[in-house]
Nanobody
Framework: QVQLVESGGGSVHVGGSLRISCVVS????????IGWFRQAPGKEREGVCC????????QYSDSVKDRFTVIRDNAKNTVYLQMDDLKPDDTAVYYC??????????????????????????WGQGTQVTVSS
């Protein structure tokens, strides 16, 4: 059974940093793409970044580019999201997910919470990140 478990969320002040984790079990991480998504109160879930099977294949949303970094540790079957220079708009529940390799085409080409293969992939339970001014 494939499971993803996020942890490391918390409260930080504007400009602060936080690293959240996604531990993957049931599959070997290096063979799958992992996406990070977030959902703020009253807003739709959105994509934050996606890491393909190759570490060179990584995409970030414009809102987090140059501030967030995704890191894979295959030995620990864990993906980290390093978040720097945090802003109040980053406040959300953060989720990691995998499409289990089902999505056609290049890795992460269509990573989106509403795209069929991601929507019906495996998701974690989420971890809350709160940024206060």
């Amino acid at each position: 059974q494939v499971q993803l478990v996020e942890s490391g969320g918390g409260s930080v002040h504007v400009g602060g940093s936080l690293r959240i984790s996604c531990v993957v079990s049931g599959v070997t991480l290096e063979y799958y793409s992992i996406g990070w998504f977030r959902q703020a109160p009253g807003k739709e879930r959105e994509g934050v970044c996606c890491l393909g099977r190759s570490d060179e294949n990584v995409q970030y949303s414009d809102s987090v580019k140059d501030r967030f970094t995704v890191i894979r540790d295959n030995a620990k079957n864990t993906v980290y999201l390093q978040m720097d220079d945090l802003k109040p708009d980053d406040t959300a529940v953060y989720y990691c997910a995998t499409d289990l390799g089902a999505a056609p085409g290049p890795d992460c080409a269509h990573y989106s919470p509403i795209y069929y293969y991601w929507k019906n992939g495996v998701w974690g339970q989420g971890t809350q990140v709160t940024v206060s001014s």
